[in-house]
């Protein structure tokens, strides 16, 4: 354990108002300890929700002319839950989630869905997508699936004339879903848009194609892309309330629950640890000196967080790093303490 020293009134302020949440919530960043990063705070739903998942699209059964198809949905349930499609994790952000583009394979695909949250068992369900191998006239592609706000992000365009089409004569992009475009040009530059606020945001494109003659109408084409903007918030305390959680399932003793917080790599080794100390009677003294979690780092995928126990001495700490990872599923696990 290293030292950490802290100004002992803030670190008590900071503990109850986030009422074991978070110790300090608003130091906890994507890339460090900036400020400015969204509300600090979000109500989460209670643990017991039950996950219910709804795929919006594709549509069951459909045909797709793109080898890469882009999964997306809604859900309810608790907030730490996880959707995947073929091993691929969605990212989430309350009620709604978006995955990366699956790839698909010419003729009939089946694709494997996953669900769960921290207690659930996987739910499994397939769905079928046939590709075929017409071309796409206009696709439009976000560099990434999403980030946590505020975020720019890149897009990229790729068009194919239809036939007897010539000339690609504008280009508009509404990259919010708000109906107005952004871009309108026969000829944009790059494309990019920077979301400030948390959502799932539809991007679309239109193209317009002609011919050169008057007397036959222009072609027009398009194509959407979603791309999710996360909370940091969300996030954030979706983390806390999971060390949170371990810890108050430890103090009433409740061992194979807690080790549902823990990744399946970390679970053999404090197993034996907690029975051998509900054994003697100090699991509940234990968990009440895990301490609280103060900053730390997050990503997508990945976490680094910070905790702090008081010491003896007015205003020092010792502190601990507790890793948090999400799992094939998309659920966060602590991966190491």
Same mark, same amino acid.
């Given at each position: 354990?290293?030292?950490?020293?802290?100004?002992?009134?803030?670190?008590?302020?900071?503990?109850?108002?986030?009422?074991?949440?978070?110790?300090?919530?608003?130091?906890?960043?994507?890339?460090?300890?900036?400020?400015?990063?969204?509300?600090?705070?979000?109500?989460?739903?209670?643990?017991?929700?039950?996950?219910?998942?709804?795929?919006?699209?594709?549509?069951?059964?459909?045909?797709?002319?793109?080898?890469?198809?882009?999964?997306?949905?809604?859900?309810?349930?608790?907030?730490?839950?996880?959707?995947?499609?073929? !091993?691929?994790? =969605?990212?989430?952000?309350?009620?709604?989630?978006?995955?990366? +583009? /699956?790839?698909? @394979?010419?003729? $009939?695909? *089946?694709?494997?869905?996953?669900?769960?949250?921290?207690?659930?068992?996987?739910?499994?369900?397939?769905?079928?997508?046939?590709?075929?191998?017409?071309?796409?006239?206009?696709?439009?592609?976000?560099?990434?699936?999403?980030?946590?706000?505020?975020?720019?992000?890149?897009?990229?365009?790729?068009?194919?004339?239809?036939?007897?089409?010539?000339?690609?004569?504008?280009?508009?992009?509404?990259?919010?879903?708000?109906?107005?475009?952004?871009?309108?040009?026969?000829?944009?530059?790059?494309?990019?848009?920077?979301?400030?606020?948390?959502?799932?945001?539809?991007?679309?494109?239109?193209?317009?194609?002609?011919? !050169?003659?008057? =007397?036959?109408?222009?072609?027009?084409?398009?194509?959407?892309? +979603? /791309?999710?903007? @996360?909370?940091? $918030?969300? *996030?954030?305390?979706?983390?806390?309330?999971?060390?949170?959680?371990?810890?108050?399932?430890?103090?009433?003793?409740?061992?194979?629950?807690?080790?549902?917080?823990?990744?399946?790599?970390?679970?053999?080794?404090?197993?034996?640890?907690?029975?051998?100390?509900?054994?003697?009677?100090?699991?509940?003294?234990?968990?009440?000196?895990?301490?609280?979690?103060?900053?730390?780092?997050?990503?997508?995928?990945?976490?680094?967080?910070?905790?702090?126990?008081?010491?003896?001495?007015?205003?020092?700490?010792?502190?601990?790093?507790?890793?948090?990872?999400?799992?094939?599923?998309?659920?966060?696990?602590?991966?190491?303490?």
């Amino acid at each position: 354990m290293k030292t950490l020293l802290f100004i002992s009134g803030l670190l008590v302020s900071a503990l109850a108002g986030a009422q074991e949440q978070c110790g300090f919530p608003i130091s906890v960043h994507k890339s460090g300890f900036e400020s400015g990063e969204q509300a600090s705070s979000v109500t989460l739903p209670p643990d017991n929700t039950p996950l219910v998942v709804t795929i919006n699209g594709p549509v069951d059964g459909s045909t797709v002319n793109i080898n890469a198809v882009q999964f997306y949905g809604t859900y309810t349930g608790p907030s730490n839950s996880g959707v995947s499609v073929n !091993g691929v994790r =969605a990212l989430t952000n309350s009620n709604a989630f978006v995955l990366p +583009r /699956v790839l698909l @394979q010419p003729g $009939a695909n *089946t694709l494997t869905f996953r669900q769960a949250s921290t207690d659930s068992t996987p739910v499994i369900s397939t769905r079928t997508i046939t590709y075929t191998s017409l071309a796409s006239n206009v696709l439009l592609i976000a560099a990434s699936p999403g980030d946590y706000a505020p975020s720019t992000m890149p897009f990229s365009l790729s068009t194919a004339f239809p036939a007897n089409q010539t000339t690609l004569t504008r280009v508009q992009v509404d990259y919010n879903g708000d109906g107005a475009f952004e871009v309108d040009s026969a000829a944009p530059l790059a494309l990019q848009y920077a979301y400030e606020e948390p959502g799932l945001f539809v991007a679309t494109a239109r193209v317009t194609f002609d011919d !050169g003659l008057i =007397a036959t109408p222009a072609v027009v084409m398009e194509d959407s892309t +979603r /791309v999710m903007i @996360q909370s940091m $918030a969300f *996030t954030r305390q979706t983390l806390c309330g999971l060390y949170a959680s371990m810890k108050m399932r430890l103090s009433q003793n409740q061992i194979p629950s807690a080790l549902h917080t823990l990744a399946p790599s970390l679970q053999p080794r404090f197993s034996p640890v907690w029975a051998a100390l509900n054994q003697s009677n100090q699991l509940t003294l234990a968990a009440s000196r895990l301490g609280q979690i103060v900053d730390g780092q997050l990503s997508r995928n990945a976490a680094e967080l910070r905790v702090a126990i008081p010491t003896a001495v007015p205003g020092t700490f010792k502190g601990f790093t507790v890793l948090f990872r999400r799992d094939i599923v998309g659920v966060w696990r602590i991966e190491g303490m």
